[in-house]
């Protein structure tokens, strides 16, 4: 499949205020510019937190066609290695990102987020974007050229290192599946709503999961539209984030 090289924006969420210190976050949003053609262009991106796959996305993808950027940690990688060469067998289809060695919050400062302890210094930090850097890199694919920190919420200072350590940061426009954790017709409904120049996220890790068959069904849906499915390096952009406005 021929894709067009795109142009990314990117600017942090509404009503997310400049980290002033360490302790504030931020979650930055990505969208794709707007097609010239006026085609409708639509970019997955999936995480891979830890756990396993969710095989009815991993094959609806597969069966119909449909590419998406997915976001790995060395956790995943470790337990799920029937379904990566299953991905890596399609490299037309599957672009393999970084989300970390250990799906550790990429945030400077210790605390908590949704129950997850953070990086808690710039050290680590580094250590989990490098760890999961590495553990891609290790299987023979690709290098990563984007990064999606656990919980994709990150300190300011931790999104310049980040970037300083040659990673684009992956943010997104519509949060389809609501950390896996919404209802099938939920999902369905967040998905089939995609717009031009949205980055879509939800999850491939959570089997057991309703949200998975929404994911599916709300893609088929955007698919049937006529939605072009785009992936982040398909994109052309200098990766620079608007953190202060
Ligand atoms: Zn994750």
């Known amino acids: 499949m021929q894709f067009r090289r795109l142009l990314i924006t990117t600017a942090v969420a509404a009503g997310t205020v400049l980290p002033a210190h360490?302790?504030?976050?931020v979650e930055p949003s990505l969208?794709?510019?707007k097609s010239a053609a006026g085609e409708t262009r639509v970019a997955l991106t999936l995480d891979a937190c830890g756990g396993r796959t969710d095989n009815r996305i991993l094959?609806?993808?597969?069966?119909n066609r449909i590419p998406a950027t997915v976001f790995v940690t060395g956790l995943w990688l470790k337990r799920n290695a029937v379904a990566f060469a299953l991905m890596r067998a399609h490299p037309e289809l599957f672009?393999?990102?970084n989300h970390g060695g250990?799906?550790?919050p990429?945030?400077?400062a210790p605390m908590k987020i949704y129950g997850i302890r953070a990086a808690g210094s710039a050290e680590a930090v580094a250590a989990e974007v490098e760890a999961g850097a590495?553990?891609?890199?290790?299987?023979?694919t690709v290098a990563p050229r984007w990064f999606r920190g656990a919980t994709a919420k990150y300190s300011g200072t931790a999104l310049a290192q980040i970037k300083a350590l040659g990673f684009r940061i992956a943010g997104y426009s519509i949060n389809a599946d609501g950390g896996s954790l919404l209802s099938a017709g939920a999902t369905e409904r967040r998905v089939a709503a995609a717009k031009d120049g949205d980055v879509l996220i939800a999850h491939i890790n959570q089997p057991s999961h309703a949200a998975g068959a929404g994911l599916v069904k709300g893609l088929l849906a955007l698919k049937a539209k006529g939605v072009t499915f785009v992936r982040l390096d398909d994109a052309d952009g200098d990766g620079s984030y608007e953190l202060d406005r």
């Open 22 to 25: 360490a302790g504030t976050l």
């Open 31 to 33: 969208h794709l510019k």
């Open 59 to 63: 094959s609806a993808l597969i069966d």
């Open 95 to 97: 672009e393999i990102e």
């Open 102 to 104: 250990r799906h550790v």
């Open 106 to 108: 990429a945030v400077d």
């Open 134 to 140: 590495a553990a891609i890199t290790g299987t023979g």
